[in-house]
């Protein structure tokens, strides 16, 4: 019923704008499929404006549920034009091109924007038959944003140049995190979990080749980032107790981490850039107080996502003028501005727009250019199909180490068996 | 006009079709008499929704399990039994089942006391505002499990949620809601009570308002006071109730799903599966990760679970109803 409503409001709307318009401005609703703040308020509006005929309806799911409903409708019909792709199951979805456009294919041509593009982050989105799937959004990058005052309050220094020299490794980053808590008896950081994709990401490799064949068990950097992970969450507690390592029980983005950024219960945040806005969201009253310095190993890059275009979506056109538009260099510096998520594009990372960037809410940190640093020694990592289970049980498997409930070695063979169990190899 | 021409087309066919069942004698089955095929007619309804959405899907998981199957890979494997197999020595399954009976056992029995206890006090005959307080124990339940859940981590954090603090007032030291099992078990069974027990006591309610008073006046009579009034007249005259309950009661909690998925420890109830239940864990092999065919092998487990626990509740149910007729 709804549906027919929708039909013929549609209906009338297509008369009416046929009397209007010209012909080839037909209206057209491109449904989007997403999650976390893949696409801002701001800029829709924007293309809106410049576009009446076209409506942009967005269904926004958790992260994980938006990757399954999404694989379980690429088989039918019922896909949405545009689906946000997540960089860790971006690896599953170009294993599978054939559900999707090959936007090389599209007019014009996705070659003719590729240049324009930060190289390993577009070569995500391309698939081993070298279609291309997915426009990358925006890129993670990675630095440490920090509480001046606690900072102080815990004799360290608050200068970030001084900061970053506390930690050029992730053992003297653990070992300040340590000192931070016998000074003041607070966590140091929000989930010391945190640290293991922070340094595997560091990498040149993570589970997968560049061929396809999964290196999870031999890859030296998995393990070492495991080993360091489990390091973060177990120093500093008292003698037989587990209470987190240097960081708080309390997971990223759960209530808990809120009410713990708003009240200075920890002092550091592992940022990639996206990061940033959602502390500015969750602690608007500490504004002032936070600064970014350069991140352990100092560059590095967790999360960012890109945009698709199912094989049966009904707009598909539609769909590649607004994602160009969107993915443009004028927008993705709106972008930049408006919500920290870091450009993709590589010519904005010399624009003094970008490098000149400051936010008075990180103390005027200049945030364009510890970014810009942080995204370019970044190695081109191969992903691979099973990506998020692996990054999803290795997760499991340390905080198990954090509440004690398992040794290092015994959460890492557990864990190597899970995934085997999960993944079947 | 055109309404008129439908019911006398029918009569037509109705006649001819009943001819040649005449000339058979040997088939037994009666014709079908006009009214008869209205009935069926509303009926139909339950039958091809059944159809649709019970049958045929039950059919097809049953197919699915015989296979390896991904959504978006090539063509599915047969593979035989090796599910099933896999399924009676996955020590993740009966993890999974212990928890699930865990939280039953924890939410089921505070909830029909409660249950019990709240719908004794609404049938006093005395009590005011009786609309009110039946509306209100009706609110938990329409409340969306997503809202709910949110409240409940909230209530249940580790660092500020308000059952922590007033733990660590009263003295004692943080615990874990999320990281300890027990205690992830109460928590999740707590969000169940609390959904639920509102409704149970109206059912209560509504058995006990179909009581004779005579049974009570003759109890008082015989100088029962109000607690062996509950005892000996309330409790025996609900029994049926009381098993209806505790059968869909038993069917609602083998297929708990929402809360422990929304409780903080994503699709595999925490890291140590500490709150895993069987719909979880069917959710996370077939959704997760895409193992459609072994999902498909936890369903028809969980089937075979709840059939033979329903039948274990009505033979118990048949004994206690007999008892009572004594």
Same mark, same amino acid.
């Given at each position: 019923m709804k549906r027919r409503i929708a039909l013929l409001i549609s209906l009338m709307v297509a008369l009416g704008a046929g009397v209007a318009a010209p012909a080839n401005a037909a209206p057209v609703t491109l449904t989007v499929w997403s999650y976390g703040n893949v696409f801002q308020t701001k800029l829709l509006n924007a293309y809106k404006a410049a576009n009446p005929t076209v409506t942009i309806k967005i269904k926004k799911s958790d992260m994980d549920s938006n990757h399954q409903n999404l694989r379980n409708a690429?088989? +039918? +019909?019922?896909? #949405?034009d545009i689906a946000a792709l997540e960089v860790s199951y971006i690896g599953e979805f170009r294993n599978y091109d054939?559900?999707? *456009?090959?936007? %090389? +294919?599209? +007019? #014009?041509?996705a070659s003719t924007i590729k240049n324009d593009f930060l190289g390993w982050r577009w070569s995500q989105g391309v698939s081993p038959a070298g279609k291309v799937i997915g426009i990358p959004t925006d890129v993670g990058g990675l630095a440490v944003a920090y509480r001046r005052d606690l900072f102080a309050a815990a004799g360290l220094p608050t200068n970030r140049t001084d900061v970053a020299k506390l930690w050029p490794t992730w053992s003297q980053f653990i070992q300040t995190g340590v000192n931070y808590k016998k000074n003041t008896g607070k966590a140091f950081i929000d989930t010391a979990g945190t640290v293991f994709a922070a340094a595997l990401n560091q990498g040149t490799q993570r589970y997968y080749t560049s061929g396809g064949s999964l290196v999870y068990r031999t890859n030296g950097s998995v393990s070492s980032a495991f080993n360091t992970a489990a390091q973060a969450v177990t120093s500093g507690n008292a003698p037989g107790k587990y209470e987190g390592g240097i960081g708080t029980k309390t997971g990223q983005f759960s209530s808990g981490w809120g009410t713990g950024l708003q009240r200075g219960t920890f002092a550091v945040v592992l940022a990639p850039a996206w990061m940033l806005d959602y502390i500015k969201q969750q602690a608007p009253r500490t504004s002032g107080k936070w600064d970014v310095a350069k991140a352990p190993g100092s560059y590095g890059n967790i999360g960012g996502s890109q945009l698709a275009i199912p094989k %049966?979506? *009904?707009n598909p056109q539609a769909a590649w003028d607004f994602i160009r538009w969107y993915l443009a260099p004028a927008q993705q510096l709106t972008v930049f501005k408006s919500y920290g998520q870091f450009p993709t594009i590589e010519s904005l990372y010399d624009n003094s727009s970008v490098t000149g960037y400051k936010d008075s809410f990180f103390n005027n940190a200049p945030i364009g250019s510890i970014y810009v640093a942080s995204v370019t020694g970044v190695h081109n990592i191969p992903t691979g199909k099973k990506d998020r289970i692996i990054d999803t049980t290795f997760g499991q498997a340390i905080s198990r180490v954090m509440l004690g409930k398992q040794s290092s070695s015994a959460a890492w063979t557990q864990a190597l068996t899970d995934i085997k169990k999960s993944i079947g190899q | 006009m055109s309404a008129q021409a439908v019911p006398s087309k029918s009569r037509i066919k109705f006649k001819s079709s009943n001819a040649p069942i005449d000339k058979k004698p040997r088939k037994k089955i009666a014709p079908m008499r006009r009214q008869d095929r209205w009935g069926m007619l509303f009926v139909s309804p339950f039958f091809i929704v059944f159809l649709a959405f019970g049958l045929i899907p039950i059919l097809f998981t049953t197919y699915v399990a015989f296979f390896n199957w991904d959504a978006l890979g090539g063509a599915p494997e047969y593979i035989g039994f090796a599910n099933f197999k896999e399924l009676w020595s996955d020590t993740y399954f009966w993890q999974a089942l212990r928890n699930t009976f865990s939280i039953w056992f924890i939410s089921t029995v505070p909830q029909m006391t409660l249950a019990l206890g709240i719908a004794t006090l609404l049938a006093n005959p005395n009590l005011r505002a009786k609309v009110f307080w039946r509306t209100v124990l009706l609110v938990p339940n329409i409340t969306s499990v997503l809202a709910v859940a949110i409240v409940f981590q909230q209530l249940f954090g580790?660092?500020?949620?308000m059952i922590n603090l007033a733990i660590t007032w009263l003295g004692y030291h943080h615990i874990d809601w999320v990281g300890n099992q027990l205690a992830s078990h109460i928590a999740i069974a707590t969000m169940i009570n609390w959904r639920w027990f509102g409704y149970n006591s109206l059912i209560f309610l509504a058995s006990m308002q179909a009581i004779p008073r005579e049974l009570y006046e003759s109890a008082s009579l015989d100088g029962a006071n109000r607690w062996q009034q509950f005892r000996y007249v309330t409790i025996p005259q609900l029994r049926n109730t009381i098993i209806f309950m505790m059968i869909m009661g038993t069917i609602g909690g083998l297929q708990v799903f929402a809360e422990p998925m929304l409780y903080g420890g994503g699709m595999t109830g925490g890291d140590s599966r500490q709150f895993s239940t069987l719909t979880l864990y069917l959710f996370e092999q077939a959704f997760?990760?895409?193992r459609y065919g072994y999902g498909a092998v936890i369903g028809i487990a969980m089937t075979v679970i709840i059939i033979a626990i329903s039948v274990l509740n009505y033979l118990i149910g048949r004994r206690i109803a007999t008892d009572g007729t004594k």
């Open positions: 690429l088989r +039918t +019909t019922s896909v #949405p054939a559900y999707f *456009k090959d936007l %090389n +294919t599209m +007019t #014009p041509s %049966n979506a *009904k | 580790y660092d500020f949620g997760f990760n895409q």
